[in-house]
């Protein structure tokens, strides 16, 4: 509680660096993994996601749907940790705990919700390794393109045309990077914590794909 009101004021960005700064990733592996000597802390990974959540509301209201869609998946996550936060510290123990019971592949599971979880935050990576990169870029282009190479691949006819629809209300890329950018920064500054970011969250992705696969989850698409 005492970091959380720390956080508080602060731009999403750092914040989120902060939280990723205080835990290590486990290097993704092809093929078996040792899911114990792996684990995937629970309460800090949320966290992470619901400042990044932050940082997508600043798109504005086209991206409403996948706004709310996050949102639920964090919930979902964070009731269970809450009824055993003991037993949950641990993410893979909630997939092992569905995979036992066989309930890992319906539609409201907790499993489930981790997958689309970490499925939005490659596209929000995705978009933040493209300003990084190109900060000039057309926000309507790089919101596209990050995700055709992320989220449309797993996505149904009804979601893709969804977001199509969506990307016509994307804010103008000077818009959108004054509203990440602190009051003490330029940009420059900000393409720094950008791509620190990046740095720290990529591996706790690949982590989570490659637990992912090992239950056999990677390929669930949406309608």
Known sequence: MKRKREMEGKPEIRSAI???SLVKAQPATVGDI???AAPIPTKPFLHVCTLILQVLDKIGPTMA???QDIHQNIQRLENLCESDPTKYLNLIEILKKEESEGN????????KALLWLTRSMDFMVALLQKLVK???QNMEQAVEESYNITLKPRHGWISSAAFKVALKLVPDN??????LMAKDQNCDNLK???QTLITLLVPFLEQIHSV???YRLDRLKSS
């Open 212 to 214: 992912m696969r090992h």
């Open 104 to 111: 890992a592949r319906k539609g409201s599971s907790c499993s």
């Open 174 to 179: 000077k818009t959108f990077i004054s509203l």
């Open 134 to 136: 190109d900060p000039g």
């Open 18 to 20: 902060e939280e990723l």
């Open 192 to 194: 720094e914590e950008m």
């Open 34 to 36: 040792n899911l114990d």
């Open 65 to 67: 749907v996948l706004r």
